[in-house]
């Protein structure tokens, strides 16, 4: 069993900043695959920022390219998702998730523990 407990959300106005945090425990969680998702509202759930299972691969879809990064704390167990020149369009819940195999993974599908998702609003 894995659990994930993300922090970090909240208001800002367009072109700031936040950390979103992911807390990870449980069994090998520090090792497996990890992303972050983001679900707006009306809309399905999208990816967002993607981790191999060792921190050396990334990934990014093009909406986030340059502005958004992944990355982690082995001695915090914990994992982090910077996001600046925050939009509007960036409004949504994120989701941190952990998965199987290698890694980075775009799908959910790929991602067996999910956390309980924390707000993010981007005001025009």
């Known amino acids: 069993q894995v659990q994930l407990v993300e922090s970090g959300g909240g208001l800002v106005q367009a072109g700031g900043s936040l950390r979103l945090s992911c807390e990870a425990s449980?069994?090998?969680?520090?090792?497996?695959?990890m992303a972050w998702f983001r679900q707006a509202p009306g809309k399905a759930r999208e990816f967002a920022a993607a981790?191999?299972?060792?921190?050396?691969?990334?990934d990014y879809p093009d909406s986030v390219k340059g502005r958004f990064t992944i990355s982690r704390d082995t001695a915090k167990n914990t994992f982090y998702l910077q996001m600046d020149s925050l939009r509007p369009e960036d409004t949504g819940v994120y989701y941190c998730?952990?998965?199987?195999?290698?890694?980075?993974?775009?799908?959910?599908?790929?991602?067996?523990?999910w956390g309980q998702g924390t707000q993010v609003t981007v005001s025009s």
């Open positions: 998730a952990s998965g199987y195999g290698w890694g980075p993974f775009r799908e959910a599908r790929r991602y067996d523990y």
């Open positions: 449980g069994r090998s969680a520090f090792i497996r695959p």
């Open positions: 981790s191999s299972w060792d921190g050396g691969s990334l």
